[in-house]
């Protein structure tokens, strides 16, 4: 593996404050239990949990070793501490996510228990980064489902109720164009009656201009466009009220679609509302999880 990658990677994956207060925890568990001291570095190799305080906020040369890729482990024998009073006999191990070096774990005590314990402590550390980033993933997940829940529901209810004042007006509207329709069906029927009164005083008129005889013909031309002007007429009126009848017709198929869809605007808002109290109840949950979330590092 060339070198440096790894501590580019891991510098990359930067670990929550709620990881390093459990670590904090771990690594006073591990002194008050075993009198091991023990220290967590990140994926810089500066220590930044120890049990000597002292030590926070330094490099440690294991450490940064160990993320550079320059080795796999770092250990410190028992000849190597005896020679140099600033080390002590231990061992350094990677922390790995996802097949990446993200910081070290070190113990300091005998090798051969230094070596599987800080092993173990590892592990430990690496399954406790992966369960706070689930948990993490989780709490994200569930709020924007919860937030999208909501929008939503805000959406239908703010739909419904321009769907309530766009469906009173149609049905307003559809109201207004029948009656006027039947206004003018009665406005018909007038006219109609005039025709047939135009064409019997039509008639009555010939007979009177034929009576006349030769005074009478000015008079019967007269009459006789007073007939073609009722036939006209009558044959209008028939003509329009069909239409009228068309129109009645289609006025009724447009109030049967605006109860269709607000019947299907209602389920729908049903439904949504019907889905309120999941929307409530994965808001408990959340809350839920975030107090136990809040248990476990107190």
């Avoid at 005083?201 to 030769?214: C, H, K, M």
Wanted: charge should be neutral; hydrophobic fraction near 40%.
């Amino acid at each position: 593996m060339e070198k440096g990658l790894l501590a580019s990677e891991s510098s990359q994956t930067e670990l929550s404050s709620q990881f390093w207060t459990m670590a904090e925890r771990f690594v006073q568990f591990f002194y008050r239990e075993a009198g091991f001291r023990t220290i967590v570095c990140n994926g810089q190799g500066i220590i930044t949990v120890a049990h000597d305080k002292s030590r926070i906020g330094k490099p440690h040369a294991g450490a940064v070793a160990i993320l550079n890729g320059e080795v796999s482990e770092y250990s410190v024998t028992a000849e190597e501490a005896a020679r140099n009073s600033n080390v002590k006999e231990g061992f350094n191990t990677p922390i790995y996510i996802d097949g990446r070096r993200v910081g070290t774990f070190g113990l300091a005590a005998e090798l051969r228990l230094a070596k599987p314990v800080a092993r173990v402590g590892a592990i430990i550390l690496a399954s406790w980064i992966k369960q706070l980033r689930q948990q993490e993933l989780l709490q994200r997940t569930a709020r924007e489902v919860s937030a999208k829940f909501q929008t939503l529901g805000e959406k239908i209810a703010n739909a419904g109720k321009t769907f309530q004042g766009v469906n009173e007006h149609m049905q307003q509207t559809s109201k207004y164009a029948a009656q006027k329709v039947d206004n003018t069906d009665d406005i018909l029927k007038t006219v109609h009656q005039i025709a047939q009164q135009t064409q019997i005083l039509s008639i009555n008129g010939s007979v009177e201009a034929a009576r006349a005889g030769e005074y009478g013909r000015p008079f019967a031309v007269v009459v006789d466009e007073m007939a073609r002007l009722a036939e006209n007429t009558r044959s209008a009126t028939v003509r329009i009220q069909e239409s009228i009848e068309e129109i009645r017709a289609a006025i009724v198929n447009v109030n049967q679609a605006i109860e269709q869809s607000s019947q299907l605007f209602q389920s729908n808002l049903e439904t949504i509302q019907a889905i309120a109290p999941m929307v409530e109840l994965l808001k408990s949950a959340i809350n839920q999880l975030e107090a136990s979330f809040r248990d476990t590092m107190t």
